[in-house]
């Protein structure tokens, strides 16, 4: 099984950025299946922001085969993330 490859843009060490990570880590520990995880500051690499078309932080990016999602918020609905990523490893 391909892992799903999560990308999360945050904006520094802001709150909302610090939260982001640490939901990240433990939906992470939830999968059903493999994950690679990258974090980007948009403030150090705004390039890479912007070729995901990412304008709002923080922003989670999950890419599995052809397949996209794009998540913004904290992610503190951990179950709803867990969820939403499932249906990545079943298709």
């Known amino acids: 099984m391909n892992p799903v490859q999560l990308e999360l843009y945050v904006a520094g060490d802001t709150l909302p950025s610090k939260q982001a990570r640490g939901n990240l880590e433990e939906i992470v520990r939830q999968l059903e299946g493999p994950a690679?995880?990258?974090?980007?500051?948009v403030?150090?690499?705004?390039?890479?922001?912007?070729?995901?078309?990412?304008?709002?932080?923080?922003?989670?990016?999950?890419?599995?085969?052809?397949q996209k999602i794009l998540i913004i918020g904290n992610l503190?609905?951990?179950?709803?993330?867990?969820?939403?990523?499932?249906?990545l490893y079943s298709a």
């Open 36 to 41: 690679t995880v990258t974090v980007i500051d």
């Open 76 to 87: 503190a609905d951990r179950d709803g993330v867990v969820q939403r990523l499932a249906g």
């Open 43 to 66: 403030q150090k690499d705004a390039k890479a922001a912007f070729a995901r078309r990412i304008f709002a932080t923080p922003s989670l990016v999950c890419i599995h085969d052809k």
